[in-house]
């Protein structure tokens, strides 16, 4: 099965500066990467997704890359504001058929005004 | 744009009382997922259904159900609740074969938050 790691597992940056998430997946049949956002007592949210024949996805503030070969995918927050304060989750996936979605202890995101 | 719906949104049952939770995936949507997610805790997968059928199982008690309906939507039913059963549980619906051979993404409701006393 899918083994998923994030890194980093808690981030705080300055309201305003730049902040990364690194996933990596094991499960080179993975085909599907999306990031999604889940602030606290809500649902998930998908704030971005890519598939493997894409290398870069970019909308707005929020970019994904993906590297296959060495099965990791990214998420990008540029211009970051209080509001993207929340917890987010990578949740890679392959196949054709729909599958489960195993989280990874995702990465809390923190804002500082 | 239509989103998955979940109710109860909040829920207040007794040790040993029975639950049961509803999801109505988007419209056009075939497969649901449901995943529970204890305090502080990642989501964790349950169960899930593809066109009325159970197409996938988790770490789901043997004290809890589902089914998918003919309408497409789904009830999680659980009985014998025990105190760690308080969490948010999640429903997420999806498509099927529109994607050309990639996964299809799946959408989450709101959540429905148990509490058991």
């Known amino acids: 099965g899918e083994n998923v790691e994030q890194h980093p597992s808690t981030l705080s940056v300055q309201e305003g500066d730049s902040a990364v998430i690194k996933c990596t997946y094991s499960?080179?049949?993975?085909?599907?990467f999306p990031w999604y956002k889940q602030e606290l007592g809500k649902g998930p949210q998908l704030i971005i997704d890519?598939?493997?024949?894409?290398g870069e996805k970019k909308d707005q503030r929020i970019a994904v890359t993906l590297n296959k070969t060495a099965k990791h995918f990214s998420l990008h927050i540029t211009e970051t504001q209080p509001e993207d304060s929340a917890v987010y989750f990578c949740?890679?996936?392959?196949?054709?058929?729909?599958?489960?979605?195993?989280f990874g202890s995702g990465t809390r995101l923190s804002i500082r005004p | 744009a239509a989103g998955v719906i979940q109710s109860p949104r909040h829920l207040i049952k007794e040790k040993r009382e029975t639950a049961t939770l509803k999801c109505y995936p988007i419209p056009r949507h075939d497969t649901v997922y449901w995943y529970q997610q204890g305090p502080g805790q990642d989501p964790q997968f349950l169960i899930s259904?593809?066109?009325?059928?159970?197409?996938d199982k988790g770490s789901i008690p043997d004290r809890f159900s589902a089914q998918q309906f003919s309408d497409y939507h789904s009830e999680l039913n659980m009985s014998s609740l025990e105190l760690g059963d308080s969490a948010l549980y999640f429903c997420?619906?999806?498509?099927?074969?529109?994607?050309?051979?990639?996964?299809?993404?799946?959408?989450f409701g709101p959540g429905t938050r148990l509490l058991v006393l």
């Open positions: 949740a890679p996936r392959g196949g054709s058929s729909a599958s489960k979605i195993i």
């Open positions: 259904f593809y066109e009325k059928m159970q197409s």
């Open positions: 997420a619906s999806s498509s099927s074969g529109t994607s050309s051979g990639f996964q299809e993404t799946q959408y």
């Open positions: 890519i598939r493997s024949n894409v």
């Open positions: 499960d080179s049949a993975s085909n599907y």
